[in-house]
């Protein structure tokens, strides 16, 4: 599901540091509770979600993606 996020709201999170404006965008995204239902505590999801390393992998993951066409989930590669 998508969320709509005000412009004023969208605006504040661009200028915030990258992995506080990650925890905001999962936070707003709905990702907190979805984490906590599977038994992760909220400090944990939110050291998760803002450490710098976890930044990193994502911002990793998300160039091999694009460097394979692949912009959209879930997405397969065979014999690739």
């Not at 599901?1 to 905001?24: D, G, M, N, T």
């Not at 936070?27 to 505590?41: H, K, Q, S, Y």
């Not at 999801?45 to 450490?51: L, T």
Request: proline share 8%.
């Amino acid at each position: 599901a998508f969320v709509k996020i005000p412009q004023a709201r969208a605006e504040a999170i661009s200028k915030l540091p990258p992995q506080q404006a990650l925890l905001q965008l999962a936070t707003l995204g709905g990702l907190e509770p979805f984490a906590a239902r599977r038994g992760l505590p909220k400090a944990r999801f939110a050291q998760c979600i803002g450490s710098q390393a976890g930044l990193a992998k994502l911002q990793a993951a998300s160039q091999s993606a694009g460097e394979f066409g692949i912009d959209s989930t879930p997405s397969f590669i065979l014999n690739g």
